[in-house]
């Protein structure tokens, strides 16, 4: 096999139709794919297709957000680029295509051939071998059309890869859509810039009302302080003595209650004997219960030794009849004698031992009688001098009640006024914080005055706390008095019109 060979097969037949219309359709069909792809795949094309047509309108673009990089890249593919993924493809099959045909009619004419011969007449015969040579001779080309699409999918394939549309468009894709990224970004900037400006732009109108309308509420501030301080001082001396009155009355409460527990005390006391003799009562019970455990055990052996003996004699009256007759009544005389002598001693324990039971079990509950009478005592002197302290301590009670009682309008005086100092003191600014936080422990602490009253004892202290968390509030009105000079004075500059430019130079010249 030679080039020559080679090349005389894969050159079409013009005397043959087929091959002539399969050549022409598989040279056609390459050719169209690669002029077309050199065509359109461009910068233009891709661009054109990002657009959908249409330029000048932005609303049907492609979006960065409508997919992936490999989404986008195959949105802007060309039908050229398409077509030139499924070229090679195609060409196969119409190869095959053509070659089937080829064969398929070559089997037909064999077979009617075949059909047609004379078997009989050696001329037909021999006519029906040649025609046949013949086509066997001509079946080789009909794979032409199969090696014509074969090499058309190799040329094609290798023309994909020196072209390499495909890499191009994804560059252009990533170049795109980081444009659009870029772009972005910039406006982004902008719009958080614009942002920034007007958020600046309104915080310097809010101060420039909040400097022009702080003035007056601080002169306001002034004087409700120092009324609020006036007020405060009185209600400190008020509750000063207040504080008295409720000292002298837990000195009272004191007393009581040490008198309760003296005679809690002497009621446990009590308590305690009542138990030890009702122990005492018990152990001689259980003392007495052994004795009669003992008794009956012994009862028991005797019974036992009775029935041993007894049994013994029956025995022997088996034995013997005649003789058995006179052993057995004075055997059983004499077992009867000792297990009556037995039983009687037995019967005499148990009632020695119950009567000391019952000795003792008297002796006991007398016992419990005298130490339940005198509990009885104890605790009656012990409710009554309970009753005493619980009358007194109703009584300092009321009177703490009274005292509280009349405390109370003037503290109410107190928080009204604080209240509405306070609902002032919530429009200034934030130079008033240390005057609000001194009034707040103020206000707080007086509300709170229930909650201090039940720790009685510690209301000294708290006082002596409150009055000295209350020392630096001239401090912060000579503060506050500072801040409004200060204040006045800028809005005089802010009032004062700006001089002429005009004046201005004459003054300098």
């Keep these: 096999m030679n080039p020559s060979e080679i090349l005389s097969f894969l050159t079409p037949q013009f005397g043959d139709s087929l091959q002539l219309a399969f050549f022409a359709i598989i040279l056609f069909m390459t050719g169209f794919t690669v002029v077309s792809a050199h065509r359109t795949a461009r910068p233009a094309s891709w661009e054109h297709k990002w657009n ?39 060409l196969l099959v119409v190869g095959l295509l053509g070659t089937f045909l080829g064969l398929g009619l070559a089997l037909n004419h064999a077979s009617s051939i075949l059909g ?83 958020l600046f732009a309104n915080i ?11 003035g007056p509420h601080f002169v306001a501030l002034i004087k409700s302080n120092e009324t609020m301080q006036l007020q405060t001082l009185q209600h400190l ?9 409720l000292r002298n009355a837990l000195d009272t409460v004191a007393s009581e209650t040490a008198a309760t527990r003296s005679a809690m005390v002497e009621f446990t006391e009590g308590t305690q004997h009542v138990v030890a003799g009702m122990e005492q009562a018990a152990q001689r019970m259980a003392d007495g219960a052994g004795k009669v455990g003992s008794g009956a055990e012994q009862l028991v052996g005797a019974i036992r030794t009775f029935e041993s003996q007894f049994t013994e004699v029956l025995d022997n009256v ?50 419990v009688k005298s130490s339940i009478g005198k509990s009885l005592q104890i605790q009656e002197k012990a409710s009554i001098a309970f009753t005493t302290s619980s009358r007194a301590l109703n009584e300092n009670i009321a009177e703490t009640t009274g005292i509280v009682n009349a405390m109370t309008s003037s503290i109410t005086e107190g928080l009204e006024s604080i209240g509405s100092a306070t609902s002032q003191i919530k429009k200034v600014a934030e130079a ?78």
Excluded: C
């Design 432 to 509: 008033s914080k240390k005057s609000s936080e001194g009034l707040e422990r103020v206000v707080a602490e007086l509300q709170g005055l229930p909650s201090v009253l039940a720790p009685l004892q510690s209301l000294l202290d708290e006082q002596k706390m409150l009055v000295y968390s209350l020392q630096p509030l001239p401090e912060i009105v000579q503060v506050q008095r500072a801040t409004v000079a200060l204040l006045q004075a800028m809005q005089a500059e802010q009032q004062t019109p700006p001089a002429p430019t005009g004046t201005s130079a004459s003054a300098i010249a």
């Design 204 to 214: 310097g109108r809010a101060a420039a009302g909040i400097v022009d309308g702080i």
């Design 52 to 90: 959908r047509g249409t330029p000048d309108d932005t609303t049907d673009d492609l979006d960065i957000e409508h997919g992936s990089v490999t989404d986008l890249w195959h949105a802007v593919a060309t039908a050229p680029e398409k077509l030139a993924e499924i070229m090679p493809g195609m």
């Design 116 to 198: 047609q011969a004379d078997l009989a007449s050696a001329g037909a015969a021999a006519d029906s071998m040649q025609n046949l040579l013949g086509l066997l001779q001509g079946l080789g080309t009909k794979f032409k059309t199969s090696t014509w699409g074969i090499l058309g999918f190799v040329l094609l394939k290798i023309w994909s890869e020196v072209t390499r549309f495909e890499e191009k468009r994804l560059a252009w894709v990533i170049g795109k859509v980081k444009a659009e990224l870029e772009n972005r970004k910039r406006a982004q900037a902008a719009a958080e810039k614009a942002r920034e400006d007007a």
């Design 237 to 245: 001396h008020a509750l000063d003595g207040s504080t008295q009155g």
């Design 318 to 367: 088996r034995g013997d009849l005649g003789k058995a007759i006179q052993d057995m009544s004075a055997q059983a005389s004499e077992t009867l004698e000792r297990g009556s002598t037995q039983l009687g001693s037995a019967t005499r324990e148990i009632s020695t031992a119950l009567g000391e039971l019952s000795a003792d079990t008297r002796e006991t509950m007398n016992e």
